[in-house]
């Protein structure tokens, strides 16, 4: 039981030996380089709309069984 506990412990206290120095940040691009901030390009959210009119439902069992695996029974 002892053992077990000191396994479960082991790496809890070697990450406090872990350096905790955080990366040094440096940006990729210059604030003040032209290709750092991309350019917007506008897209019509409702250009591929295509008005449908609402119809009555069809009988659905035919074409349920046609799609089917092993086609009509």
């Known amino acids: 039981m002892k053992l077990t506990i000191a396994l479960a412990a082991l790496p809890l206290v070697v ?3 872990a ?3 955080p990366p040094e940040v ?3 691009l210059s604030p003040a380089s032209a ?3 991309q350019p917007l390009h506008h897209h019509n959210a409702i ?3 295509t008005h449908r009119v609402a119809t ?3 009988p659905w069992r ?3 069984d046609a799609q ?3 086609g009509n029974s």
Do not use: F, Q
């Open 68 to 70: 089917a695996p092993g």
């Open 19 to 21: 350096a905790t120095t």
């Open 15 to 17: 990450s406090g030996c």
């Open 35 to 37: 290709y750092a901030v």
């Open 26 to 28: 440096t940006a990729a």
């Open 47 to 49: 250009g591929d709309y």
């Open 62 to 64: 035919n074409s349920n």
């Open 56 to 58: 009555d439902p069809r």
